[in-house]
């Protein structure tokens, strides 16, 4: 069973300060997945990343993937109060079929 | 274009009783999967439907079931219900490779 490792589980800053969420296995991933998630609705996609090394940025946002391909992590830059929610991220290890392994999910809280 | 559509989006059922959710997956998608969350377990996948073939199942009891029609919809079915089957139940369908989720809203299931 591939289990995926995220940390922090809840993260509480005050706007304009940076953060980083990680995501550990220790499996090698085929691909993974970032989400974020409000109360009451489903995880909402944020970025995919496939290839080891891989950088994207959406916005404010940066998603590494590991050059292993075993661990990421996603970095705000000046969080704002719009930021808060769940951050999860999943994986998948090239079974067959669409199958998601999520981590334990960030909780962000950013105060104005 | 319209995103994936579960019904209902509120369910309060009775230990004992069945119950059955529905999902209308993104035009297009042949790829549909179930995930249970809950406060203690998180996000955990229950099973995906391609072509209306069941591709994958995760480590649920036999009490979880689903099917997908010819049209993609799918079902899925939990009889004799438990409390700790009170959950947000997700469906998300899926397309290309790698596959990318669009999740519906969830139905939250109570269990009194």
């Known amino acids: 069973t591939q289990l995926l490792e995220q940390s922090p589980q809840f993260l509480s800053i005050q706007e304009g300060e940076n953060l980083t969420v990680y995501c550990n296995s220790s499996?090698?991933?085929?691909?993974l997945q970032w989400y974020r998630q409000e109360p009451g609705e489903g995880p909402v996609l944020l970025v995919t990343v496939v290839t080891g090394g891989e950088v994207k940025k959406l916005k404010r946002l940066t998603f590494q993937f590991g050059d292993a391909r075993k661990d990421s992590s996603l970095h705000i830059t000046a969080a704002q109060p719009g930021d808060t929610g769940l951050y999860l991220c999943?994986?998948?290890?090239?079974?067959?079929?669409?199958?998601?392994?999520f981590g334990e999910g960030t909780q962000l809280t950013v105060n104005p | 274009k319209a995103g994936v559509t579960q019904t209902p989006r509120y369910l309060i059922k009775t230990r004992g009783q069945q119950v059955t959710l529905s999902c209308s997956p993104i035009?297009?998608?042949?790829?549909v999967s179930w995930y249970q969350q809950t406060p203690g377990q998180g996000l955990q996948f229950l099973f995906e439907?391609?072509?209306?073939?069941?591709?994958n199942k995760g480590n649920f009891p036999g009490r979880f079931s689903g099917r997908q029609f010819s049209n993609s919809r799918s079902e899925m079915n939990v009889s004799t219900l438990e409390l700790g089957d009170s959950a947000l139940y997700l469906c998300?369908?899926?397309?290309?490779?790698?596959?990318?989720?669009?999740f519906g809203s969830g139905t939250r299931l109570t269990v009194v």
């Open positions: 499996s090698v991933f085929s691909s």
């Open positions: 998300a369908s899926s397309f290309g490779l790698p596959p990318g989720y669009t």
């Open positions: 035009s297009g998608h042949r790829s």
């Open positions: 439907y391609f072509s209306e073939t069941q591709r």
């Open positions: 999943a994986g998948e290890w090239g079974t067959s079929g669409s199958r998601l392994t």
